[in-house]
């Protein structure tokens, strides 16, 4: 199952609401979920099932979508955020991710 | 602590071998599947290999099949993966993973700091 994340790279600043995309080559039902990684340090679970916040992720994170289509949103975004996000489907080996999109200071 | 803590990467020559152990603690180890995940330089994620709890079933990403195996010890808490024929492509950071799977909800909920590993000569 592939995943294609849009946009690759977006550059925003403190307060926005930022959204970024994935979308599955095949339904996936809700077997979805979502990381963020900074540089030089492993990727951190936010989100899984699509949209079920994962302990101690701030609310301003939230995921949405099921089947193809999905969606993660960052309310406000803070200086934190600052950082690289990745889907992964966990529907059926091999557990794939989506490339990536990079969030940047604008 | 609950923590996953890789070793044994390295510097390796293309064709070579190297086996990555990551010591579990914190939480009941022979509970979870556990995952390998590499990561190349500037790139993004990809699975290598699963094992299963008691380490009857595995998987491996076609890029690595043949070439690497997975194993456990579970009187250990250790995962392990024995990596041979080794090629410039491989060159990542292994990370070591705990999976959750219950019902809808499965994810990689801990990672290790990864262990990097360098094929060149």
């Known amino acids: 199952i592939q995943l294609t994340q849009s946009p690759s790279s977006l550059s925003a600043s403190v307060g926005d609401r930022v959204t970024i995309t994935c979308r599955a080559s095949?339904?996936?039902?809700?077997?979805l979920a979502w990381y963020q990684q900074k540089p030089g340090k492993a990727p951190k679970l936010l989100i899984y099932?699509?949209?079920t916040l994962q302990s101690g992720v701030p609310s301003r994170f939230s995921g949405s979508g099921s089947g193809t289509d999905f969606t993660l949103t960052i309310s406000s975004l803070q200086p934190e955020d600052f950082a690289t996000y990745y889907c992964?489907?966990?529907?059926?080996?091999?557990?794939?991710f989506g490339p990536g999109t990079q969030v940047d200071i604008k | 602590e609950v923590q996953l803590v890789e070793s044994g990467g390295g510097l390796v020559q293309p064709g070579g071998s190297l086996r990555l152990s990551c010591s579990a603690s914190g939480f009941t180890f022979s509970s979870y599947a556990m995952h390998w995940v590499r990561q190349a330089p500037g790139k993004g994620l990809e699975s290598v290999s699963v094992?299963?709890?008691?380490?009857?079933?595995?998987y491996y990403a076609d890029s690595v099949k043949g070439r690497f195996t997975i194993s456990r010890d579970n009187s250990e808490n250790t995962l392990y993966l024995q990596m041979s024929s080794l090629r410039a492509e491989d060159t990542a950071v292994y990370y070591c993973v705990k999976y959750e799977d219950w019902g809808i909800g499965r994810y990689f909920d801990l990672w290790g700091r990864g262990t990097l590993v360098t094929v060149s000569s």
């Open positions: 095949q339904g996936i039902s809700s077997y």
């Open positions: 099932a699509a949209s």
């Open positions: 094992i299963s709890t008691n380490g009857g079933s595995t």
């Open positions: 992964q489907q966990l529907h059926s080996y091999p557990f794939t």
